[in-house]
């Protein structure tokens, strides 16, 4: 048969998917660890080995081969903007909408004591924004300085004041810096542009990033590896949701992906107010937009979740829990291959997946605030109105393997105890039972009407 | 290239169309204004100031409470790098009748640079600005 081959050069897995590119069907997979120490070509020749084993009966033959990846620690990014809550803040999420892991957020001029602390947490791009278009000027200008005179070996993906690109180009020819020039992520106040920068920030990390983890013995063998491992999931909800151009969209979503070290939320959606009279407030969010909380997860950041949610409210979740919760917690940090034994220990896994679901989703979504004025109460909106998503999406280990997801996922939504999170109210609930939502992201790039027809063939209704 | 400026109604206050009569008014005097719209604190106007690198702060308040509202504006300006922007405040600035001299000191006092009482005419406060940004 006519196959795909779809790799994902993970952190600690090498994943291999073969889709059959006829019948829109996913045939064999296959995993090995990743190697990127010595040659990342020896974790694939490992996996490719067993999936030749497995599907010998099937006479696959790949036509191509496309690769995502989050090894060596996955994109590393820093975003510097202006002010904190406007620049900066949009500068962060343009970067964790590329799928990078973010080491560092810095507003106003950047100091000698913050470039030190940003050549220590060596990150592979930088992301620098500042001003509206027309805007202030000095303080970009400034950082463009700084990065270019301490920090010249980064690639730097320059989104600010429009008016500053021709000085910020000239400082950085001068000093040989890597950099590319777009839109600004905040053109005007409160109006938010991501797209051009997630965009170059994926085109650095083909050119420069995959080389510099040396990953481009790979990349001779493969098609090229097309993009961090995160955008690919969001990739794929993107699609799911919007449509391609000859199948149509499932509408507006959430997925949420329940790791070992963070839990991700992806939502698809505008998410303007549904309700009369309520004023919106804040800075715009992204359309595509993607929250990743590093201190909840099931075992690496199975301790900080311990530390970051109150016990009584895991005890709700699962009443006659036998673990003390701390204990346990710190147990699977120490021992992140652990899998369930018995009923206890799965209720456990279980209890603490939905605490993460809850609190995930909470930081993720918009909230209502109570304004007292004269003329009466009003209701202002921060972030992303999600009661009316039409889909929750589960993906991640305790989802696909557990007996009873629904109850997870359901612990993310709408809860009259707490109304002012505006938490999807009465979405469809689907599992990614067969993980499809990444190798689908990363499919689409290049096959978009195949690939979301097999997502939507995969994604399980729980109801 | 043209000035820009932060224009805004402050506090828990929504009364919106008076804004958007200035908003049209300064647009069309040839500023490139900023509007930050209804239910704007403090940080918001000192925010927007800053990232589009504005002249002056417009501040309208309606309901009467814009006193409260504004104390403390210059001094976070002072700390956000602002020290010198212009400060202007027009609207409803008190509750009730009241003269209006003692009102316009206790602004200025403040740090506002022009205070307007109400039914002032955009006019008014479009060429008060052309003048203190020396474009007349």
């Known amino acids: ?36 120490e010595s040659d990342i070509m020896v974790g694939f020749e490992n996996a490719f080995k067993i999936m030749k084993e497995k599907c010998k009966d099937k006479d696959i033959e790949f036509n191509d081969m496309l690769a995502c990846s ?9 975003a510097i903007g202006l002010v904190p809550d406007l620049t900066a803040e949009a500068a962060k999420r343009a970067a964790l909408g590329a799928g990078s892991r973010i080491l560092g957020v810095y507003s106003h001029q950047l100091t000698l004591r913050e470039i030190r602390d940003i050549l220590h947490k060596k990150p592979d791009i930088i992301l620098l924004a500042g001003g509206t278009d027309g805007g202030e000027r000095d303080c970009i200008i400034h950082n463009a300085k700084m990065i270019a005179m301490n920090l010249k070996d980064v690639p730097v993906v ?8 021709d000085e910020i180009e000239e400082i950085f020819e001068k000093q040989g810096v890597y950099y590319r020039i777009v839109e600004n992520v905040m053109p005007k106040i409160n109006l938010i542009n991501v797209e051009p920068a997630r965009d170059a ?42 449509g391609t151009d000859k199948e149509e969209g499932i509408g507006d979503l959430v997925v949420v992906d329940i790791g070992g070290a963070t839990t991700d939320i992806h939502s698809i959606a505008e998410g303007a107010p549904t309700k009369a009279g309520i004023m919106l407030t804040g800075l715009q969010e992204p359309y595509v937009k993607r929250t990743v909380e590093g201190d909840l997860g099931m075992r690496v950041s199975a301790e900080s979740l311990s530390q970051a949610v109150p016990t009584r409210k895991i005890m709700k979740f699962a009443p006659n829990l036998k673990y003390d919760v701390a204990e346990r917690c710190h147990y699977l940090a120490q021992n992140v291959n652990e899998v369930p034994h018995n009923y206890d220990e799965q209720e456990f896994d279980e209890a603490i997946s939905m605490a993460a679901t809850d609190i995930a989703m909470e930081r993720h979504v918009g909230a209502i605030e109570d304004v007292y004025t004269p003329m009466g109460k009003i209701f202002a909106q921060k972030g992303k109105d999600l009661t009316d998503v039409k889909y929750l ?49 990363l499919m689409a790039v290049k096959y978009p009407d195949k690939a979301i027809r097999i997502l939507k063939k995969n994604l399980f209704n729980l109801q | 290239m043209k000035k ?34 209804v239910l704007s604190s403090q940080e918001d106007f000192i925010n927007a100031a800053i990232e589009t690198g504005a002249s002056a702060i417009l501040i309208s308040s309606l309901y009467g409470h814009g006193e409260i509202d504004c104390r403390g504006l210059r001094e976070k300006c002072e700390e956000s790098g602002l020290k010198n922007i212009l400060l202007y405040a027009g609207g409803n600035l008190v509750v009730g009748k009241q003269d209006w001299e003692p009102v316009e000191k206790r602004f200025k006092d403040m740090g506002f640079n022009r205070v307007y009482a109400p039914g002032t005419s955009p006019e008014m406060g479009i060429k008060d600005l052309k003048q203190d940004l020396s474009l007349l």
Do not use: W
Not at chain 1, 70 to 78: E, F, H, Q
Not at chain 1, 209 to 234: C, D, H, Q
């Open chain 1, 201 to 242: 920030i994926r085109d650095i990390f083909m050119k420069k990033i995959v080389e510099a983890k040396g990953m481009s013995n790979a990349e001779k063998f493969i098609n090229g590896i097309l993009m961090p491992t995160p955008a690919a999931v969001l990739n794929a909800a993107k699609i799911l949701a919007d």
């Open chain 1, 393 to 441: 999406i589960g993906t991640g280990g305790i989802l696909v393997f557990c007996e009873n997801p629904e109850k997870i996922l359901k612990a993310g939504l709408f809860n009259e105890e707490n109304p002012k999170y505006l938490k999807p109210v009465s979405p469809k609930l689907l599992i990614d039972k067969n993980y499809t939502l990444s190798v689908m992201g």
């Open chain 2, 4 to 37: 820009n400026v932060v224009l805004g109604v402050i506090g828990a206050d929504c009364h919106a169309v008076g804004n958007k009569i200035l908003d049209y008014a300064f647009t069309q005097a040839g500023f490139e204004v900023t509007n930050i719209g």
């Open chain 1, 70 to 78: 989050s090894a060596a620690g996955g994109l590393k990014m820093v």
């Open chain 1, 158 to 165: 320059v989104a600010g004041n429009k008016n500053t690109s």
């Open chain 1, 1 to 36: 048969m006519n196959a795909i081959l779809l790799i994902d050069f993970g952190s600690t897995y090498t994943k291999l998917t073969a889709v059959d590119i006829d019948n829109e069907e996913i045939v064999c997979n296959s995993k090995a660890l990743t190697t990127v």
